[in-house]
């Protein structure tokens, strides 16, 4: 028994998937869903009570991936100076950049673009206030840690490079045509940009 329900729970996941992705949130009903699953409608609502929890299902895996990289950007080393001028900290934050975009595309797309009737509809507003949060916090540390440093950094300016690396995942996503290795020189470019343009506004003087 509880073979069929994960069997069926799995199928309607993946059919939720399919469609999500090629005709949005908004556009796919649970009657659409039932027909190209096979499963009745009045069974999915057992499963699924309504199409939000569907998307959130469907979105499961980006949005942990997401929730991890808050997570893990205050971790010790993190705090060391080092992390302005290494290029192992440069290759770590590409490969963990280039894992979420290539392995998440098509749910990054449904999520910028597609979930503004949604459950999901704030959710990049409060996924970028918690990164602020965050990041205020890294500052702070950071002012105990190294008080030679510029840290009294504003508010608003830490939201908006927030809100700033949210826009630069929707240009990736957005622009289809792009190949994995322009993804790739792309999101290098954006880490060393940023990498250095902090590096100026902390006032950092390590030098290799």
């Avoid at 073979?3 to 998937?17: F, G, N, S």
Wanted: overall charge neutral.
């Amino acid at each position: 028994m509880q073979t069929t329900k994960d069997y069926i729970r799995k199928l309607l996941l993946e059919t939720a998937q399919k469609a999500f992705f090629e005709k949005g949130f908004k556009s796919v009903s649970m009657r659409e869903i039932s027909k190209l699953s096979g499963i009745g409608l009045s069974n999915i609502y057992n499963y699924y009570p309504c199409k939000d929890d569907l998307l959130v299902d469907v979105l499961r895996p980006l949005l942990a991936a997401m929730y991890r990289m808050l997570e893990e950007h205050n971790r010790p080393e993190n705090f060391s100076l080092d992390i302005f001028i290494s290029d192992e900290y440069h290759r770590a934050s590409l490969q963990e950049l280039m894992g979420i975009i290539t392995r998440y595309r098509s749910e990054l797309n449904l999520l910028f673009f597609s979930t503004q009737h949604s459950r999901l509809k704030d959710y990049l507003e409060e996924w970028i206030e918690k990164s602020a949060t965050i990041g205020m916090e890294y500052m702070e540390k950071m002012r105990r840690l190294h008080p030679e440093l510029h840290t009294d950094i504003s508010p608003f300016f830490m939201h908006f490079t927030c809100s700033w690396w949210i826009n630069m995942m929707k240009e990736v996503v957005q622009h289809k045509e792009l190949s994995c290795e322009e993804i790739e020189c792309f999101i290098s470019e954006y880490i060393r940009f940023s990498t250095g343009g902090w590096k100026k506004l902390m006032n950092v003087k390590n030098e290799r």
